[in-house]
Every structure is written in structure tokens, then in C-alpha cells.
């Protein structure tokens, strides 16, 4: 079993840079590609940006490239999405989540590609 901790969420004002993480446990880190999603309030849960497990290859949305920057961190267990130029748009409930094994592409871009989910981080961005 794998446990994901997120941390790093909080309020910024527009503009501003945020940097969260997610901690893995269970199983080595190494096997899994990980990505991140988000969540608004009475919206569905949406693809932000995901990294291959060896690291080689990163995926982002449309709407946050070019400002966020996934990275991993094989030695600390520990994924990274840094969020520069933050949009109050971008207020959600970020998520991590790790898929075991090769991927990459649309399978990275889905909900449904990841095996495991951590609990969430709150961004609130205010204008």
C-alpha cells in the first residue's frame, strides 16, 4: 500500500508562488509515475501536471504551462509541483496521486491512471 501526504496549500494573492509537496510511503518511489490534479468547488477533478518515474518526461495542462513545474526527488520519497504566477482561477484542492509502472501520455492526464490518492492540499489565491 502506498500513503500520500500533501502539504505546502495556502492563501496568496495573485501573482505570488507556492510550492507543494507530496510525501510517498509504502512502496519504493522510484516504481511510480506521479501526477497532480485539482478540484474547485462544484467542479470536476482536473488534470494539472504528472512526471514519468524516471523523471525523463513531464506533462502539463494547457492552463498552467509555462507557470507550474513538476519535479521529483527520488532520495526524499517526495514529488513537487512549484506554482508560480498564481491566477485567483487556480484556487482549488490540489491532489497527488502515483501510478505503479511505465506510462506516459493521456494515461498520465486522467483520474482513472492512478492507483493511489492522497487527502488534498487547500491553494486560495485572492485577486
Known amino acids: 500500500q502506498v500513503q500520500l501526504v500533501e502539504s505546502g496549500g495556502g492563501l496568496v494573492q495573485a501573482g505570488g508562488s507556492l510550492r507543494l509537496s507530496c510525501a510517498h510511503s509504502?512502496?519504493?518511489?522510484?516504481?511510480?509515475?506521479m501526477g497532480w490534479f485539482r478540484q474547485a468547488p462544484g467542479k470536476e477533478r482536473e488534470f494539472v501536471a504528472a512526471?514519468?518515474?524516471?523523471?525523463?518526461?513531464?506533462y502539463y495542462a494547457d492552463s498552467v504551462k509555462g507557470r507550474f513545474t513538476i519535479s521529483r526527488d527520488n532520495a526524499k520519497n517526495t514529488a513537487y509541483l512549484q506554482m508560480n504566477s498564481l491566477r485567483p482561477e487556480d484556487t482549488a484542492v490540489y491532489y497527488c496521486?502515483?501510478?505503479?509502472?511505465?506510462?506516459?501520455?493521456?494515461?498520465?492526464?486522467?483520474?482513472?491512471?492512478?492507483?493511489?490518492w492522497g487527502q488534498g492540499t487547500q491553494v486560495t489565491v485572492s485577486s
Open positions: 509504502g512502496r519504493p518511489f522510484s516504481n511510480y509515475n
Open positions: 512526471i514519468t518515474w524516471s523523471g525523463d518526461s513531464t
Open positions: 496521486a502515483a501510478r505503479f509502472g511505465m506510462a506516459q501520455g493521456v494515461a498520465l492526464r486522467t483520474t482513472s491512471g492512478y492507483d493511489y
